[in-house]
């Protein structure tokens, strides 16, 4: 049995209502992935069914939108790398191959899930008359 979206199963502990939305969107995120790519055909990752945008290129899209997303987070500008990597999600094919797509999207999601619930830990642990830049990674 399916179980429903991750924001209606209820809260996630330990993380703020103002950042359940974050919180619940990583979690479903790395879930769908897994669920929906184990068995999708790799012959059909590229295809556009009616010119909407690709599994490929969302996998893609995916695992960039979150570095740069944290990246803005931290207050930092996007590296050249970072630049190319955006420029290359639009491409319609891929230096990796499907499986390697979908493993970077959930290494990706799994990475900024770890940072995103380790850094809500570590608020928690400052006290309320620190001075802190509420910026993932920046501690002032």
């Known amino acids: 049995?399916?179980?429903?979206?991750?924001?209606?199963?209820?809260?996630?502990?330990?993380?703020?209502?103002?950042?359940?939305p974050v919180a619940h969107a990583l979690v479903q995120s790395g879930q769908?992935?897994?669920?929906?790519?184990?068995?999708?055909?790799?012959?059909?990752?590229?295809?556009r069914p009616a010119g909407?945008?690709?599994?490929?290129?969302?996998?893609?899209?995916?695992?960039?939108?979150?570095?740069?997303?944290?990246t803005y987070a931290?207050?930092?500008?996007?590296t050249h790398q970072q630049l190319k990597a955006l420029q290359s999600e639009t491409a319609a094919t891929s230096e990796f191959t499907t499986p390697e797509m979908v493993q970077r999207s959930q290494h990706q999601i799994g990475n900024y899930s770890?940072?995103?619930?380790?850094?809500?830990?570590?608020?928690?642990?400052?006290?309320k008359y620190s001075t802190f830049n509420f910026r993932f990674g920046k501690a002032v």
């Open 114 to 127: 770890y940072l995103f619930f380790n850094h809500l830990k570590a608020l928690k642990t400052l006290s």
């Open 32 to 47: 769908e992935v897994e669920k929906l790519m184990i068995k999708f055909p790799p012959d059909n990752v590229w295809l």
């Open 74 to 78: 931290r207050g930092e500008s996007l």
């Open 1 to 20: 049995m399916d179980l429903p979206a991750v924001w209606l199963r209820g809260n996630i502990a330990d993380v703020p209502a103002t950042l359940q």
């Open 52 to 70: 909407v945008a690709s599994v490929g290129f969302h996998l893609q899209h995916l695992a960039g939108v979150l570095d740069r997303l944290f």
